[in-house]
């Protein structure tokens, strides 16, 4: 497949390594400065220009693209691109916002702007946020097989029970799997084996029914996972923290928002009455601590910027509540934010560009979880007639597939299948699989 990306940004760099080794990546970028490094670090081909030119889309050999993502920082761009690309080719488009009203009128009238899938940097961080809220302890959720099944990932603290157990000790769970092990929390993803030890300071990542995730946050840190989520604090009313604290409010969470502007706090207000707004600076420890901040389950920073994130993030956590997330605008920050203290950051750009590697991948992987760092996934693959796994037990068809698979889970007409050696996989069954990095190209095509 030919996939043209416009925007040689954080998303489109992270897009084009991630499909470079199995299909036909072109970037266009308007600075030569990034697409000389694009060129030497990943295997695409690429040209300067702006991408609502038609004659750099045509030097791109646009008429060639099965898909075309425009990627940039500005939505109007990529919109613009997006419709030019509509006129003169029949590629498929993606086109990336950051503001919800575009994407409130895209989902009104299907093909407006010229595009064909539409995403939301703002809404999918919000979404993330939400779903690590929901489940204390984890670092990252992520849901297949419509819900039916949930990958987590865990970050397994020293003093933990499960610290020092191998795998098989640890597994005490009918309706759950154990897909990997990232050694000291940023390794490589290590195929989880019954021998392999789940180390203090690692993370595992575990594939499995929701409740039995849920089961499993609890053996890894009782007291912390124990609790139902009640107070959620939001500093920052910014458009990710509204849509935030919007959708805690739709999972019965009563959220408590900072914000500083007092017109921003009264507009707040008025669109959320599930929400208690204040309006104050959230980096005075006097008010946090005046307003009980101690309390909340959760404290989720998005203030527009990483440095005022950090602090009052670190603040809330000093002040006693239980867990910080913060909303990361620079990727290369990431590891900082969680070394210093903030249990989950969350970079809206790495959501985005996962979101849309999914949507792109072949057309039967119908769902994508990328582990980082590494490059392994997590793939949910619907069986047909042609997979290796159809009509076979798992064990059987393990010889033809390499080391670095793991079956974690099996849907079946909406049913949980728990996936064991002897588990035969009929045609029409959805499976999720762990799949290392380096296995990608020969799994995409057995599965």
Known sequence: MRVLVVGAGEVGSSIASSLSDSHEVVVVD??????????????????TGDGTDLDVLEEAEVEKADVVIASTDDDETNLATCATVDVVS????IGRVEHTNYLETWRGHEGAFGVDFMVCTDLLAAEAIVRVVGLPTAHEVDPFADGCVEMAEFDVPADSPIAGETVAEADRFEELTFVAVLENGNGHAEVARGDTVIQGDSRVVVVGRPESVREFARSIEPE????????????????????????????????????FDENRARELAERLPAATVYSHDATDPEFLSREHIEDADAVVATLGTDERSLLAALLAKREGAERAIAVVEQARYVDLFETVGVDVAVNPRRVTAEEITRFTRERRAENVAIIEPGGAEVVEVEVDEDSVLAG???LDASADLPDGVVVGAITRNGEYVTPRGDTVVEVGDHVVAFVQADAHDEVSAKL
């Open 30 to 47: 308007i600075d030569p400065e990034r697409v000389e490094a694009l060129t030497y670090s990943e295997d695409v081909l690429a040209v």
């Open 224 to 259: 912390g996972a124990a609790g139902r989520v009640e107070d959620v604090v939001v500093i920052g009313g910014s458009t990710t923290g509204e849509l935030t604290a919007e959708r805690l409010a739709s999972r019965g969470i009563h959220p408590r928002i900072i914000e």
């Open 90 to 93: 029949d590629a498929f488009t």
């Open 392 to 394: 076979r037990t798992i």
